[in-house]
Nanobody, 120 residues
Framework: QVQLVESGGGSVQAGGSLRLSCAVSGSIFAINDMGWYRQDSGNQRELVAR???????NYADSVKGRFTISKDTAKNTVYLQMNSLKPEDSAVYYC??????????????WGQGTQVTVSS
């Protein structure tokens, strides 16, 4: 069973920082891709950042220069360092991972979500 466990969310004032973590566990063959998405109230879930198995990264324009995605391959963990936080960054943040299982097929899994609240 594949699980993605998120941590690091919380409340912070504008200009502050938070670091989110997402650990992947289970009977997996490989992790091909990991990323962070966020969803605020009734809005659609949007991509924040993602990182490939070879380390290539991609960011939403709204977070470029402020957020950094990274990973520790040995620990099957992805991080999202969030600096200079703004109230509009407030949302539930979800970790997503594309994993390859023993059957050599790839599947998409989501974390449980962690709340980030940025106050003025």
């Amino acid at each position: 069973q594949v699980q993605l466990v998120e941590s690091g969310g919380g409340s912070v004032q504008a200009g502050g920082s938070l670091r989110l973590s997402c650990a992947v566990s289970g009977s997996i063959f490989a992790i091909n891709d990991m990323g962070w998405y966020r969803q605020d109230s009734g809005n659609q879930r949007e991509l924040v950042a993602r990182i490939t198995s070879i380390g290539s990264t991609n960011y939403a324009d709204s977070v470029k220069g402020r957020f950094t995605i990274s990973k520790d391959t040995a620990k099957n963990t992805v991080y999202l360092q969030m600096n200079s936080l703004k109230p509009e960054d407030s949302a539930v943040y979800y970790c997503k991972s594309i994993v390859e299982l023993g059957n050599r097929r790839t599947y998409q899994y989501w974390g449980q979500g962690t709340q980030v609240t940025v106050s003025s």
